[in-house]
């Protein structure tokens, strides 16, 4: 089986601009969650999707957002960006969300 | 709120020896799982070992292994035979009911030839 994908693997925005990831999860794995990572915060947990509904979410402003497809595939978007968003944006798959997580390579977002 | 710790930053040990990496963690769930996970430099988390807090018996994947002492809330990984590839970031993390992964701040392991 393919592993979890995310697009772009790297990105370079301006303060004030949005930004949109995308995640393919394993095939049959119905549950995608987002997870922020930043060398002072850690990995922290942004939200979880599951069968297009986000089912659980995290302690981040409204600026973050995320939608799920009937195939699974997640976004998540993040608009005006702040310098402080700049950080690596791992997506992680899992058949159920009960079970463990499967991640993706991530997308490094530099905000400027 | 559920937290994970660890208390070490940084660890190294040479090729071949063994090395623990210690976790801590705090919750009122008596049902959850618990987690280590690898990220290698550059490179995509990867789960090392997994464990249910109902079993008992400490979960083992080849080289890894755990020692997971719920009443203490302590889960400490444990790698045998180190490798030059075991040099990773490694991540605690925990998942209670509402199955979002809790994540201690990780230890930077090398392993020195």
């Known amino acids: 089986k393919a592993g979890v994908t995310q697009t772009p693997r790297y990105l370079i925005k301006t303060r004030g601009q949005q930004v949109t990831l995308s995640c393919s999860p394993i095939?049959?794995?119905?549950?995608v969650s987002w997870y922020q990572q930043t060398p002072g915060q850690g990995l922290q947990f942004l939200f979880e999707?599951?069968?297009?509904?986000?089912?659980n979410k995290g302690n981040f402003p409204g600026r973050f957002s995320g939608r799920q497809f009937s195939n699974s595939r997640s976004e998540m978007n993040v608009s005006t960006l702040e310098l402080g968003d700049s950080a690596l944006y791992l997506c992680?798959?899992?058949?159920?969300?009960?079970?463990?997580?499967?991640f993706g390579p991530g997308t490094r977002l530099t905000v400027t | 709120a559920q937290t994970v710790t660890q208390s070490q930053p940084e660890m190294s040990v040479q090729e071949a020896e063994t090395v623990t990496l210690s976790c801590t963690y705090d919750?009122?769930?008596?049902?959850?799982?618990l987690f280590w996970y690898k990220q290698p430099p550059s490179r995509q988390m990867i789960l090392v070992i997994r464990?249910?807090?109902?079993k008992q018996q400490n979960a083992t994947e080849n080289r890894f292994s755990v020692n997971f002492q719920k009443a203490a809330k302590s889960f400490s990984l444990k790698i045998s035979d180190s490798q030059l590839g075991d040099t990773a970031m490694y991540f605690c993390?925990?998942?209670?009911?509402?199955?979002?992964?809790?994540w201690g701040l990780g230890t930077s392991l090398a392993v020195n030839p």
């Open positions: 992680a798959s899992s058949l159920t969300g009960y079970h463990e997580q499967y």
């Open positions: 095939s049959g794995h119905r549950s």
């Open positions: 999707y599951f069968s297009e509904t986000q089912r």
């Open positions: 919750t009122s769930e008596n049902n959850y799982y």
């Open positions: 464990q249910e807090a109902y």
């Open positions: 993390a925990y998942a209670g009911n509402n199955r979002k992964l809790i």
